[in-house]
């Protein structure tokens, strides 16, 4: 299914590139959030392209995206603690993550295990799944950084432009919130997670870019739609233009 | 038959040739902008596999940090480097399959002599040209060529792939990329420093065209119509 779905993107995608007075709004997926413009254009191919060749492995099946961590944690520094431990027995995804914000202990958990029983629960929601992550910037302690000269974490940067209130929120498709390679952290290392890496809990995302992996989560939603958010793409940083899969 | 029209009439460009190079040079003016956009937002390079703005770099450049173009500059390396990909993808297709890449760009034997060699090099650093030796030689010398080639074997694949190494999402199903090149952060650099080698190429192309017959060789590149100096 996801082949297929890809192949047609692709397709979509290249044939898209080649009609050059073709400059419309390109659906992603049904809808989705959608970009117009020559540059919807070649986000569609890039994202077609990336799901036609990072194929999405089965649910549950870590043992690539295993070996694959295993490359990436070559020192200390990478690690990010064990990989696809065994469900937690919480029912719900918000509930899955105030269980770990209140326990806090080291481990990590399987986002795609949480999510294929979501979408199990609920079939008709599958195509449409996201998972959106609410992080809480108060609990944000991390240093300024002195090179760019933000002197304190409110101040304005991309990173930290305008939150929905006092909230950061990322959007996940299913795809990526099912894959194998997307984990909540709650540990690193063998140890409990610095708040510098957004203790009590974080979201990895090793498929996308950093900011996509949010820190000091308090909830996970699934939702249908991502309208009102991020410019009706679903990302904090589509003000700047990113698409709602980072365009990476 | 073909040989002596090679050396003594310039074939011209096919249309092929000439589409895929100005879709080409358009692309990568855009791949500079947008790049240079990308780069203000972290200004310094590292090697390895971890940077960031408060570690040490390898290489600092002199620029303004300047977080807020990296929008648009992302949206448009992108776009252009599709553009470029799939020109450059049908020009290396027909170049190999069409005997381009042979007849043209490929230093034949007598070119390939280390006396030659050097006897190019020696008139190009006295900016004499190579056309002193023997003025009906309208092939491309061998400097030319290997430049040619450089471009076309060695940096536009090393740009690809430092550039697919960029991509989260690319690395994560092939790790090898890191193996390649030691890392997120060395591929970053690698590719920064392919860009700059790419940029003095086309410096000293557009210099060379405008040293050489400027007039004849951009039309010959616009409409196929080589004859040069008739």
């Not at chain 1, 029983?117 to 809480?136: C, E, F, I, K």
């Not at chain 1, 996509?212 to 233009?241: F, P, W």
């Not at chain 2, 790049?35 to 937002?41: D, K, M, N, S």
Request: hydrophobic share 45%; aromatic share 8%.
């Amino acid at each position: 299914m996801t082949t297929s779905f890809s192949r047609r993107r692709l397709l979509v995608g290249g044939s898209a590139i080649g009609a050059a007075g073709l400059v419309g709004g390109c659906d992603l997926l049904e809808g989705g959030p959608s970009r117009g413009g020559v540059y919807g254009l070649s986000d569609t191919l890039t994202f077609a392209t990336q799901r036609f060749f990072v194929a999405q492995p089965a649910v549950g099946a870590t043992v690539r995206a295993g070996r694959d961590l295993g490359r990436l944690s070559h020192d200390q520094h990478h690690q990010s603690g064990q990989f696809g431990l065994p469900t937690l027995k919480s029912p719900g995804l918000r509930r899955l993550a105030l269980a770990r914000q209140r326990a806090g202990r080291a481990a990590v958990v399987c986002v795609a295990c949480r999510l294929a029983r979501h979408a199990r629960a609920h079939p008709d929601y599958a195509s449409l799944l996201r998972a959106g992550l609410v992080g809480d910037r108060r609990v944000d302690r991390r240093p300024a950084v002195p090179s760019s000269g933000v002197s304190r974490p409110e101040a304005r940067s991309p990173l930290h432009r305008r939150p929905i209130g006092r909230w950061l929120v990322g959007q996940l498709r299913s795809f990526d919130a099912l894959h194998p390679q997307t984990i909540l952290a709650y540990g690193m290392n063998g140890r409990d997670l610095p708040v510098a890496h957004g203790a009590p809990v974080r979201l990895r995302v090793e498929r996308q870019l950093g900011y996509k992996s949010l820190k000091y989560l308090t909830s996970i939603e699934a939702v249908a739609a991502v309208d009102g958010l991020g410019a009706g793409r679903g990302s904090m940083l589509s003000e700047l233009g990113f698409s709602w899969y980072a365009g990476i | 038959m073909t040989e002596a029209r090679i050396h003594t009439q310039h074939p011209g460009h096919p249309a092929w040739v000439r589409i895929t190079h100005w879709v080409g040079a358009a692309a990568f003016f855009a791949l500079v902008v947008s790049g240079i956009a990308i780069l203000l937002a972290l200004p310094r390079l590292f090697w390895g596999e971890t940077g960031s703005n408060a570690s040490p770099g390898w290489i600092v450049l002199p620029l303004p940090t300047n977080t807020e173009q990296t929008g648009w500059g992302r949206n448009l390396h992108f776009l252009s480097a599709w553009i470029l990909v799939i020109a450059g993808a049908v020009y290396l297709v027909a170049s190999v399959f069409g005997g381009r890449l042979r007849g043209r760009l490929l230093p034949e034997r007598d070119q390939l002599r280390p006396g030659h060699i050097l006897s190019e090099a020696r008139a190009h650093l006295r900016f004499g040209g190579s056309r002193l030796e023997n003025a009906n030689d309208r092939r491309y010398n061998v400097l030319q060529k290997l430049a040619y080639l450089a471009v076309i074997v060695i940096l536009a694949p090393l740009m690809v792939l430092t550039g697919l190494t960029m991509s989260p999402g690319v690395t994560a199903a092939y790790p090898e990329l890191f193996w390649m090149f030691g890392g997120r952060q060395s591929a970053r650099t690698i590719h920064f420093l392919s860009a700059c080698v790419l940029l003095a190429f086309v410096v000293v192309h557009v210099w060379q065209v405008l040293a050489n017959d400027p007039k004849a060789l951009i039309r010959g590149m616009l409409t196929g119509r080589g004859d040069r100096r008739p």
